[in-house]
Each structure stands twice: as C-alpha cells, then as structure tokens.
C-alpha cells in the first residue's frame, strides 16, 4: 500500500514536470512569435483609442493620443482585419507611423508585430524601426527589422488574411523607453491594424544584412576622390517634340504654352550652346534623352513600346486635354527625317555629344509620368529605351530622370521595374512642399541616398539653374561642400540659348571649376557620381587581427588593412585619419599604390576587389 501511495507521488510529480515543461516550451514559442502570453509577455502598448483623435506632432494630422507621424499621408481609416472598427493609413515613401512609447528595460527582448495590408495597384514592403530612449527621451540607437512583404488588398471578395510584420530587438544599456515606427518601401498605399509591443521575440522574415566590421577609431573613408569635399554634376533634360513637348500638361512646365515645334529646335540648339560652356573648363555633363532623341528619322514607320495609350494622360490629372486617352501616344510622328523634321528626331546630335566626353542617360523613353505609369508601362519604356539607345552606341542608361518629377505616387512594381532594367540612380524627384511623404531627397539636404526598399538605387537631389535661379547657385555648391555631400544642377536645353540664359550658366561653371581647382569639388556625371559614393559605402577598414589598439600618445604606428568589396576601381580613394600623418607605407598584392598625404588625409587608388596594408606614424 505504501509502495503504491510513493509511486503515486512519483507519478504525479514528474506529470507535473512535464506539465510545467510542457508549458514553458509553449510559452516560449510563444514568445519567439511576439504572441501574448498574461503576465510574461502581454501587449505593453494598449489599443489606441480612436475615438479620441489629436494633431500629431510634427505634421499636426489627427491620430489618437501619443501616435504621430513624419508627414500628412498618414491617417485613421475605417477598414479593419475584423472588418469592424478603425486601423491606420499609411502612404508616402517618406513616411512613416510612430506609436507612443513604452516603458522598457536594457538586455530585455522586446518584440512589435502588426497585420498589414496594401490597397493599391501593387503588394509592397514595410519595414520597423526600434527607437530606444533614454530617460531624458534622446535617441541611444535605431535598431531595424528587414523589409517584409505587405500583400495585395484584392477588393471586397478578399478575405484571405493581412500580412503578419514584425521584428524584434534587445534593449540597449540605460534604456528606459522604446518607440515603434513603421516605414513603407513605396508610394501604395498600407494599412496598419493590431499594432502590439511586447516581451519577445519575432522571426526575421527574411536575410538582414551583414554586419559592417568594425572600423578603427578614428578612420573614415570619404565619399569623394583625392579629398574633394563635395560632388557635383551638371545635367540636362533633352526632349525632341515627341519627347514629351507635344505631350506637356498644364503644370511643372514654364513652357506649356508654346509652340512644340519651336521648342524642339531650342532643345536642338542648346547641345551646341551647352557644349560650348563646358568645353573650356573640361567639364563632362549629363544629358538625360528621349527615346526618339537616338532616331535620325521615321520613314518607315516604327511602332514603338506596342503604339501605347496612356489612358492617365487626362484632365484629371492636370493635363490641358483628355486627346491622349484616346490618341496614342506617338501618332504625332511626321514619319520623316532630320532633314525634313529637325524637331522630332536628334539621332544626328548624339556623336557631338558623346565625342565631346559627355554622358548620355535616361529621361524614358515615351516620357510618361512615373506615378501614374503602371509597372508594365516602365517595363517597356525602359527595354524600348535600352534597344533604341543601342542603335546609336549608347550604354544601357543606369541613371534616370523623372519627367515632371514625377516620382510621387511610384508603386514598389514600378520601382522594382527600374531596378530590375538596371537603373542605380534618379533625380528629379518630386519636391513640392505641400507633399513632403513623397520626397526622397531634398537640396537643402543635399546628399544621395538609397531609395526605401531598393537600396540599390540612390535618389540625388537637384537645383533648377535658370536666369532667374542662378544668383542662388553658388550657395548651392557652397552647402554642399560644407556638408560633405552633393548636388545636380539641371535645366532644359532649350533653356541655355538666349544671351542673358548662357551668360547665367557661364558664371555658375566657372564659379564650380574654380572650387574644382581649388580641390574642393569633383565633378562628374551624376551616374558616376552615384556609383562613386555606393562604391566607398564597400570600402572595409579593419584593424589586423594582432594589432593592438593605437595609442595616440605613443610613437606606435597605426595599422590596418582596406578592402574595395566594390566592382568599381577607386582612383583616388581618401582616408580621414585622427590626426597629422607624419609617415605612410602602403602594401599589396596587387599593386604599388603611391600615396599622397594632405594633413590627416591619405589618398591613395585602391582597384576593385584589392586590399592594402596601411602603416601610418601620426604626428
């Protein structure tokens, strides 16, 4: 009986084991999937409370109390993963939604989760931000998840389930708050439903990527060559009468109501005008073209991208007739010649441009408006461009003007169409002040930087040079140079052909060539200018593994080793170091780099793919 009454404990206790076990691996799945779990890992954020809306700072939109947001384009929406109740809007590629922040404490894991769902013409992505505060609210760091696909809102018959997102992150040393924001990867629309904050963690949803090693204290490689402070790029929007005159809306053209005919032949002569500038200085420009600037003619009648019409060319849209819904888009063709019709094709200016050194890229080939294009649209107009482009000899574009800066409203299809055609660069972003969740760059900011969800791409910022802007240019070039980044300063061909126009772009080229001279400015095609900065972004500085820590108050040198992970060859390649150099060598396998020492700076070329050993005594 006794025997009997011990095994019954015995039996009960290791059930409760398992029991107890049993729970534990549950509640830590759960944790791992940033599920609620009462008492370890309830939701740390609360609902928000729509019924109660106030002006969220900076943007003064209405949300709930303690959510705000980076622009307008952020609001509350009657549609809901239940289908009941209220959720947020989220739209603009420069947006983002912040909750309010929760109390949290460092080497704690803490998870954020939400269901997402895009109503607009393509799924997208969304990535989240982990911003750790202090106790006085400052920033200690910015931890982000990878960007995860949000899905396709189907219309009313959907019923399938909203994209599950998330990430999750430790707290940092001396955090005592967390805030959650939430970024879009495109100009669709999202909604945003659920929103949690918890005790956890959250699966990535995809490859983040590599860590960058760390850098030696005090080591920086800059983004321009031979030490130059600044970039700057000089570039032209180049059209014929079919490439985008004939088709010009009512708005964001000075030009729009003059002859199309007689503009094309100012764009025909501002090649010759605008050569002419540069010629002296050595400059080397870019020309964004049209698809029929490559053509010498059309007596044969080629169709184009399928003969399209572009049913978004209306009224509506601020067009000045609803003629293209119906009228396709290149039926205006004269189906002539140079000669005949010197307007509409500049197929015979191209070998003057490329002569002379300039670039020539992509300002599409139809001139279509990219927003409201559709990724189908971009597709062929970008494989049109490429096929025609080489029947005059010229590269597959990688940088791109937006006609009209029309970059506002462009889904993540349309922008993984130019990325997939090989597209590294844009400009002419959109840049209206009543619509800051589109802007991808500004020129009071003037820096490139990697469009949200294809990094692969860098958005430039420009300055539009006319008579009436130039007195501003120079201060332009000056920001940029004090701020280490870059700026494009751009106009139309067609508006650098009259005396005051001309002697308006004299003065700002000479005005950049003396700061060239100077070594405070490079100047480049943009394209170049794009591939430069992503090139030294690969650059890896590394202290070799026995090295100890440089002492600056000794005679040790310091050591360390750079890589070019870039496919880019660096001439010129600058290093900021602590202090003065006093003595350098420099050793590789793959070649004799010389090196030129400017104070602190050491510059050197470093091919791609090369490593060097850097020995440097400071003084």
């Not at 943007?59 to 980076?70: C, F, H, K």
């Not at 307008?72 to 922040?101: M, W």
């Not at 003037?446 to 501003?472: K, M, N, W």
């Amino acid at each position: 009986m006794k025997r009997t009454w011990h095994a019954g404990i015995i039996g009960a206790v290791a059930l409760g084991i398992i029991l107890v076990g049993a729970v534990f691996v549950a509640a830590q799945d759960r944790m791992g999937r940033c599920a609620a779990m009462p008492l370890i890992a309830d939701d740390l954020l609360g609902a928000p409370d729509f019924s109660s809306l106030a002006p969220g700072t900076p943007t003064g939109v209405l949300l709930p109390v303690g959510w705000s947001a980076a622009a307008t384009g952020v609001q509350v929406g009657d549609f809901t993963v239940s289908g009941t109740g209220r959720s947020f809007q989220l739209l603009g590629v420069a947006n983002h939604l912040r909750t309010p922040s929760v109390a949290v404490q460092p080497g704690v894991s803490y998870c954020a989760v939400a269901q997402a769902l895009a109503d607009s013409s393509s799924a997208t992505r969304v990535r989240l931000g982990f911003h750790w505060l202090d106790a006085d609210g400052g920033i200690l760091r910015v931890d982000w998840s990878d960007w995860q696909e949000v899905r396709r809102w189907n219309g009313p018959t959907d019923t399938q389930p909203w994209s599950l997102i998330g990430g999750g992150f430790t707290g940092p040393p001396d955090a005592t708050h967390l805030a959650v924001t939430f970024h879009p990867a495109s100009d669709d629309r999202v909604y945003l439903d659920l929103i949690r904050i918890r005790r956890g963690q959250f699966p990535h949803a995809g490859e983040m990527p590599p860590a960058s090693p760390e850098r030696p204290a005090g080591i920086e490689a800059l983004p321009w060559p031979n030490g130059a402070r600044a970039a700057l790029s000089f570039s032209f929007d180049w059209e014929t009468t079919m490439g985008g005159l004939i088709h010009s809306r009512s708005v964001d053209d000075p030009n729009v109501d003059q002859d199309p005919l007689m503009r094309g032949m100012r764009m025909r002569e501002g090649i010759t005008t605008t050569l002419d500038i540069f010629r002296p200085y050595g400059i080397r420009a870019t020309y964004y073209a049209t698809g029929y600037n490559f053509l010498t003619g059309n007596r044969e009648q080629r169709r184009f991208m399928g003969d399209p019409t572009f049913t978004w060319a209306n009224r509506a849209n601020r067009w000045q007739t609803d003629a293209w819904q119906q009228q396709p888009w290149f039926s205006p063709d004269p189906y002539g010649t140079v000669e005949t019709d010197p307007a509409w094709y500049f197929g015979d200016l191209i070998p003057l441009v490329q002569r002379e050194g300039h670039d020539i890229q992509s300002h599409t080939f139809s001139h279509l408006y990219g927003g409201l294009a559709s990724a189908e649209e971009w597709r062929s107009d970008l494989s049109e461009w490429q096929r025609i482009a080489a029947e005059r000899n010229v590269p597959p574009a990688r940088s791109l003007a937006f006609p009209w800066s029309s970059s506002a409203g462009m889904s993540y299809a349309n922008w993984q169409a130019l990325a997939e055609a090989g597209i590294t660069s844009v400009t002419r972003t959109n840049w209206n002040p009543r619509q800051p969740q589109y802007h991808l760059v500004s020129r009071d900011e003037p820096h490139c930087r990697p469009v949200p969800g294809h990094e692969t791409i860098l958005a430039c910022p420009d300055f539009y040079l006319t008579e009436q802007s130039a007195a501003d240019a120079p201060g332009m070039i000056a920001r940029a140079i004090n701020t280490g980044g870059m700026i494009d300063l751009w106009a139309h061909t067609e508006e650098v052909v009259t005396p005051a126009q001309i002697a308006a772009w004299r003065n700002v080229v000479r005005y950049a060539a003396e700061r060239r001279d100077a070594g405070d400015l490079w100047i480049a095609p943009l394209a170049e200018i794009a591939d430069r900065q992503r090139a030294v972004a690969l650059v890896r500085i590394e202290r070799q593994e026995s090295e100890p820590v440089h002492d600056m108050s000794s005679n040790a040198p310091l050591r360390f080793l750079v890589t070019n992970h870039s496919v880019h060859d660096l001439q010129g390649l600058t290093l900021n170091l602590p202090s003065v150099i006093r003595q350098v060598t420099l050793h590789g396998e793959q070649s004799n780099a010389t090196p030129v020492v400017r104070g602190t700076l050491l510059i050197f070329d470093l091919a791609a793919g090369e490593t060097i050993e850097v020995t440097a005594w400071l003084g």
